[in-house]
């Protein structure tokens, strides 16, 4: 059987077809996030992708770093899996990681389940 971060990567990819994803798995640069996303506002922006245990959140020194460095375009969604039924899903701003890793899921997110974070990163434009 998958890993959950496997898993959860699937159902990701699956659920938003409109945004392109380029997974990256970077030995060399600790803290890159885990996908590049591009949508149809031909925006690009990265998403670092956690399974949380229970309502905590854990991050790597490096991923803290690379967040609190790159805090614009740059997100972090948990999903906490469900025996019953598809992930629940929380989408953070990178710049939030310090709060995320200090509340966990009790901080308020920037989008809930599937559908909310699937519209906000279509919709991610540059600024006028």
Same mark, same amino acid.
């Given at each position: 059987?998958?890993?959950? *971060?496997? =898993?959860?990567?699937?159902?990701?990819?699956?659920?938003?077809?409109?945004?392109?994803?380029? =997974?990256?798995?970077?030995?060399?640069?600790?803290?890159?996030?885990?996908?590049?996303?591009?949508?149809?506002?031909?925006?690009?922006?990265?998403?670092?992708?956690?399974?949380?245990?229970?309502?905590?959140?854990?991050?790597?020194?490096?991923?803290?770093?690379?967040?609190? =460095?790159?805090?614009?375009?740059?997100?972090? $969604?948990?999903?906490?899996?469900?025996?019953?039924?598809?992930?629940?899903?929380? $989408?953070?701003?990178?710049?939030?990681?310090?709060?995320?890793?200090?509340?966990?899921?009790?901080?308020?997110?920037?989008?809930?389940?599937?559908?909310?974070? =699937?519209?906000?990163? *279509?919709? $991610?434009?540059?600024?006028?």
């Amino acid at each position: 059987m998958a890993k959950p *971060e496997t =898993r959860f990567w699937h159902y990701w990819k699956k659920n938003t077809p409109n945004i392109s994803w380029t =997974r990256i798995e970077n030995a060399t640069s600790f803290g890159t996030p885990d996908l590049l996303g591009y949508n149809k506002n031909q925006f690009f922006f990265t998403v670092e992708l956690k399974v949380a245990k229970r309502y905590s959140v854990t991050f790597s020194p490096h991923q803290i770093s690379f967040h609190v =460095r790159h805090p614009k375009n740059s997100f972090i $969604l948990v999903g906490l899996p469900s025996a019953h039924g598809p992930w629940c899903l929380k $989408l953070y701003e990178g710049s939030r990681i310090l709060e995320l890793e200090a509340l966990g899921l009790k901080l308020e997110p920037l989008a809930s389940e599937l559908e909310a974070c =699937r519209l906000k990163l *279509e919709s $991610l434009a540059l600024e006028a």
